[in-house]
């Protein structure tokens, strides 16, 4: 992995001005933080089930209590809108009751058919497996890193989180928020580091495992490391998801839709939907509603109520959707609606909508992680749903349609983790979320994000030198 480093700052991508800057962590403290992470497990994970779901619950208060200053402390350090930035604590105050809730549940023995394994008693037990790293970026500050912490902490591991450089304030903020609720120290720590840091940290024998969300180069530089120590890993990277429209669907609500699954979070987010596939028979009527509500949003400062698109969260992203925009005008496309940098200070491009896309066209395969929708016109969902396959990333997918054969044959055929039929790729505490192909491997949420990073240990109890005992050592000696 490179040793390049970085500035920790917060710097508001409103206005560009730098509001704060963190010394990185010294090798002598990041090393004293990880033997402090490693002596806090041998403790924590002796907790009970019924101990861990208590601080849970006293984290989801702690974050109600906050929830207004930590919105503000997101909207300025990576430029989305105060509103959603509210809605984003609220979720992760949802996503802490839920295992709180549910957890004990989870984590219970799951009985095997001890008769038919020749035991007395047979079943699984999950257990923690350590201190696990977590990389995790600036887009959703605060619920990328609770999505690995409720059922991290839940199950009895200790988090360490390398959060993105330019969110340090919300990083510290989560750890001071486990600190409130009374988990044990150095239970849940952030590490103030650049990302040349990671590689050592990942390597140290008291890091068990890593997740990471973020870019494809960034997880694989993650997941070459993990793999030259064995060490397990859950990867959720790029996406560029497909939204499907097809003749049956109430056009109306789909344009409304598209324009929040394209624009929510200032178009930064993984499982916005990017590609729209749209059938001829209702492409023109579509374009035109989507164009006009797209050119209807607000941009502006993302602290104003009345804000429904703010920057984009850095400078290097805002030229990346300019030059994305250029390259496909240049190759043939045409710009429906935006396509321009807002002349005001600070990092806002307009939202925008681009057709006549073709494959030579640089986001025909990338992401373009900004308010761009590419839209194509196909004939049938065969040709919408090959072009949806037609691309790296695997992370979710969206149809609108009421014809039921339709529905059965996009869930059947589309390659994604997830499959949301008229409705946005969204996340809950109640479903998995993870993707396939080159969008990553392994499943956040629920009770298998829980598993990810737990040992399923079998556990097989026979009778003292009961004939079943002894059936079971003929077996094994017979391997």
Not at 289 to 314: E, I
Not at 421 to 439: A, I, R, W
Request: hydrophobic share 45%; net charge negative.
């Amino acid at each position: 992995m490179a040793t390049t480093s970085r500035s920790i700052a917060t710097i508001n991508p409103a206005t560009g001005e730098t509001l704060a800057t963190f010394e990185p962590l010294s090798e002598e403290e990041l090393e004293e933080r990880i033997a402090r992470a490693a002596a806090a497990f041998a403790g924590y994970r002796l907790t009970t089930p019924q101990q861990r779901a208590g601080w849970l619950r006293a984290a989801a208060d702690v974050l109600d209590e906050d929830a207004k200053a930590v919105a503000e402390l997101m909207t300025t350090e990576m430029g989305k809108t105060l509103a959603s930035a509210q809605a984003e604590a609220a979720k992760c105050a949802k996503a802490l009751r839920y295992y709180a809730e549910h957890g004990e549940e989870m984590l219970r023995p799951q009985p095997a058919d001890a008769a038919a394994v020749g035991a007395v008693e047979a079943y699984v037990v999950h257990q923690p497996l350590g201190v696990v790293l977590a990389v995790m970026p600036w887009n959703f500050p605060l619920w990328q890193a609770m999505r690995f912490a409720a059922p991290a902490l839940m199950a009895g591991n200790v988090g360490l989180l390398k959060h993105a450089s330019n969110v340090p304030q919300t990083a510290l903020y989560l750890e001071e928020l486990f600190g409130k609720a009374g988990f044990p120290d150095d239970v849940f720590q952030t590490l103030l580091i650049g990302s040349g840091a990671v590689e050592r940290v990942l390597r140290d024998d008291r890091v068990v495992a890593a997740t990471l969300t973020g870019s494809n180069a960034a997880g694989q530089a993650v997941a070459r490391v993990a793999g030259d120590a064995l060490k397990k890993t859950v990867l959720e990277l790029g996406g560029s998801d497909p939204f499907i429209v097809m003749p049956s669907a109430d056009l109306a609500r789909a344009a409304d839709v598209a324009v929040t699954a394209r624009c929510q979070n200032n178009g930064q987010s993984c499982i916005a939907a990017k590609r729209f596939f749209v059938h001829a028979d209702v492409a023109e009527e579509f374009t035109r509603r989507f164009a006009d509500k797209l050119a209807a949003l607000t941009v502006g400062d993302p602290m104003a109520d009345d804000t429904q698109v703010g920057p984009l969260a850095n400078e290097a992203g805002l030229a990346d959707v300019e030059r994305y925009v250029a390259d496909a005008v240049e190759k043939g496309a045409t710009v429906v609606t935006g396509g321009r940098r807002v002349d005001r200070p600070g990092w806002f491009y307009e939202p925008t909508l681009v057709t006549g896309v073709t494959p030579q066209m640089a986001m025909h395969s990338e992401e373009v992680f900004g308010p761009v929708a590419a839209l194509y016109t196909v004939a049938d969902l065969d040709e919408a749903i090959g072009l949806a396959n037609d691309h790296v990333y695997g992370l979710g997918a969206n149809l609108w349609s009421e014809d039921q054969g339709e529905r059965l044959r996009f869930i059947r055929d589309v390659a994604s983790g997830m499959a949301f039929v008229n409705g946005m790729t969204t996340s809950y505490p109640e479903l998995p979320f993870g993707g396939v192909k080159q969008s990553g491997y392994g499943r956040e949420l629920t009770e298998l994000g829980m598993y990810e990073f737990m040992n399923a240990k079998t556990v097989w109890i026979g009778a003292p030198g009961s004939e079943a005992n002894e059936r079971s050592t003929a077996g094994a000696a017979s391997e």
